[in-house]
C-alpha cells in the first residue's frame, strides 16, 4: 500500500468521527487539525492544506446530512469528497489501437513504465510492442529490450543508429500491422533543455502519438507541479504517470500538485516489477487509502450502540420542558423512529391523551416530514422562541414552505402540545420515573 503514514493517520481520524458521542464544532476542528497534520506530512501544498480544510470544516459544520445519513457518515463523506477533489479528475487510456510516447526527465521511471504499460495493455487483451527511441545511452537499448523479453512483447530497436526520429519511424514501420498499442521509449535529461524539446518535437512529428505520457518520479515530491507544467506548456502532454509511490512518504505533494496542472494523473508506480502499476483513479485511491470499507462496518456498530444513547437523550430533553422548535427538528428522525410521543401520550391522564388524539398519531410519519419543511422556513429566532409566531408570520412561513396556513398552525399546535406536556411530566417524579422505564432506559 502506498502513502501507509498518511493512510493510518487519516483512517486513524476518521475513527475517531465514527466513535465520537457528539460530532460538534470541537471535534470537527479537531478532525481538521488531525488531517492538516497529516497531509502536510505527506508533503501536500500548504496553501491547498489551508483551502481543503477551511472547505471541510465550512461544510461539516453548515451543511445537513441527507436524509437517511448520519451526521458522523455525513462527516466521514465530506472529508472523502475534499479529498478525492484535490487529486483533480480522472481519465483512463482508452482500451483501443494506438500509439504512446514516454517523455521525462532522467531516470524518473520512463522505460520500466513502458514495460508496465504494455503488460497492461496485454492484459487488456490488446498486441502492445515496445520501441526503444533512447539512443543517447547505451545502456536503455538492452535495458528496454530485457523488459521486452520479460513481459513477453515484441521489441525494436538499433543500438547502432544514433539518429532517433529514423529509429523510431522503422519501429512503427515494423509493427503496424502487426501490434495493437506501440510503446515509443524515449532519452531523457537532467532538465528540459532545448535539445530534448527539439527532440521530442521531432519524434512527434514522425511518431504522431495519441497519448503522450509524462513520467514524473513521485520522490520529487511537489515538484512534480512545476516539471509537469513545464512538460505540458511546451508539449501537450495527456497523461501524468508517477512512479516511486511505493519508496517515498512524499506522494501526496506529487499527487496533488500534479493534479493542479490539469494533466490527469493515468498511472501510478509502485514498485520496480512490471505488475507494481496501477490504473489511477482519484475516488478509488482515496476511499483504499481511508479504508472506506472498514470506516463503513465501523459507523454500522457506531450507530447501532448511539442509538439508545440519543433516545435517552431525547427523552430526557423532552421532559425538561425546555426544548425549542431547533431541537424538535434536530430530534425529528428519533421521534418518526422510536415515536416517544406516542409512548408518552399513552401514559398521559386522560384529558392529554384525548388532545394528543386530535392531532392523529397514525398519520405522524408524513407530518413530521411537512413539519421539517415548515421549519426550514422560519427564521433562527423562530426557531428559538415560536411564541413569536403570530398571523403575519404563519402567513410567511406558509408561502416559503409552500403549504396552508392551517399546516403551520398544526406545527405550532403539536410543538406547544408537547411542550406543555413535558412540563406536566417533569413536575411528576414518579410519572418520570414510570416514562424512563417504559422507554427502557431505568432509572
Ligand atoms: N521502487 C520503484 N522503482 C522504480 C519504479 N519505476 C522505476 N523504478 C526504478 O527507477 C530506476 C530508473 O528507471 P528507468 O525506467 O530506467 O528510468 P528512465 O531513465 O526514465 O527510463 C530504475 O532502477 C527502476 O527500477 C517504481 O514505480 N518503483
Ligand atoms: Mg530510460
Known amino acids: 500500500m502506498v502513502l501507509d503514514d498518511l493512510g493510518s493517520s487519516l483512517r486513524g481520524t476518521l475513527k475517531k468521527i465514527a466513535n465520537a458521542v457528539h460530532v460538534d464544532s470541537k471535534l470537527i476542528k479537531e478532525v481538521v487539525r488531525d488531517i492538516q497534520r497529516a497531509l502536510l506530512q505527506a508533503d501536500v501544498n500548504v496553501k491547498l492544506v489551508l ?21 458522523r ?12 477533489n484535490i487529486l483533480g479528475g480522472s481519465r483512463e487510456l482508452p482500451i483501443k489501437k494506438q500509439i504512446i510516447m514516454m517523455t521525462g526527465l532522467y531516470g524518473q521511471g520512463k522505460t520500466t513504465s513502458c514495460g508496465k504499460i504494455a503488460t497492461y495493455f496485454k492484459k487488456k487483451g490488446l498486441r502492445p510492442a515496445l520501441i526503444a527511441g533512447d539512443v543517447h545511452r547505451p545502456a ?38 502487426s501490434s495493437d498499442v506501440i510503446i515509443v521509449d524515449t532519452s531523457g535529461r537532467h532538465k528540459l533543455e532545448d535539445d530534448l524539446i527539439q527532440e521530442m518535437k521531432d519524434i512527434f512529428k514522425a511518431t504522431k502519438p495519441d497519448e503522450k505520457l509524462l513520467v514524473i518520479d513521485a520522490a520529487v515530491g511537489q515538484q512534480a507541479g512545476s516539471q509537469a507544467k513545464a512538460f505540458n506548456d511546451t508539449v501537450n502532454i495527456t497523461g501524468i504517470v508517477l512512479t516511486k509511490m511505493d519508496g517515498t512518504a512524499k506522494g501526496g505533494g ?65 421532559m425538561s420542558g425546555k426544548f425549542t422548535l431547533h431541537d424538535m427538528y434536530d430530534q425529528m ?41 415548515i421549519m426550514n422556513s422560519m427564521t433562527d429566532e423562530e426557531m428559538n422562541d ?41 413536575g411528576n417524579r414518579k410519572m418520570r420515573k414510570n416514562l424512563m422505564k417504559q422507554l427502557q432506559f431505568g432509572k
Not at 523488459?147 to 538499433?158: L, N
Not at 501510478?268 to 489511477?280: N, P, S
Not at 423512529?337 to 409512548?343: A, N, R, T, W
Not at 403539536?414 to 412540563?423: A, D, F, H, S, V
Request: charged share 30%.
Open 51 to 71: 483551502d481543503l480544510s477551511k472547505k471541510i470544516e465550512k461544510r461539516a459544520l453548515q451543511e445537513k446530512p441527507p436524509a437517511g445519513m448520519s451526521n
Open 254 to 318: 506529487a499527487l496533488s500538485a500534479a493534479a493542479e496542472v490539469g494533466a490527469p494523473i493515468v498511472f501510478i508506480g509502485t514498485g520496480e516489477h512490471a505488475g507494481d502499476f496501477e490504473k489511477f483513479d482519484p475516488a478509488r485511491f482515496i476511499s483504499r487509502l481511508l479504508g472506506m470499507g472498514d470506516i463503513k462496518s465501523l459507523l454500522e456498530k457506531a450507530e447501532e450502540s448511539m442509538k439508545g444513547k440519543d433516545a435517552e437523550k431525547t427523552a430526557r430533553r423532552l
Open 140 to 177: 536503455a537499448y538492452e535495458q528496454l529490450k530485457q523488459i521486452a523479453e520479460q513481459v513477453k512483447v515484441p521489441f525494436y530497436g538499433d543500438n547502432k543508429e544514433k539518429n532517433a526520429v529514423k529509429v523510431v519511424k522503422d519501429g512503427l514501420n515494423k509493427f503496424k500491422r
Open 73 to 84: 457518515e455525513h462527516v466521514i463523506h465530506i472529508v472523502y469528497d475534499e479529498l478525492v
Open 386 to 426: 415560536p411564541s413569536i409566531i403570530r398571523a403575519s408570520r404563519v402567513k410567511r412561513i406558509a408561502h416559503g414552505a409552500g403549504v396552508e396556513n392551517r399546516n403551520v398552525k398544526e406545527l405550532l399546535k403539536y410543538y406547544n402540545m408537547t411542550k406543555r406536556m413535558m412540563k406536566g411530566l417533569s
Open 333 to 373: 428522525d428519533m421521534l418518526s423512529g422510536m415515536g416517544p410521543l406516542s409512548k408518552v401520550a399513552e401514559m398521559l391522564p386522560g384529558g392529554f391523551s384525548g388532545k394528543i388524539k386530535d392531532i392523529d398519531m397514525d398519520d405522524t410519519q408524513n407530518k413530521l416530514q411537512r413539519f421539517r419543511v
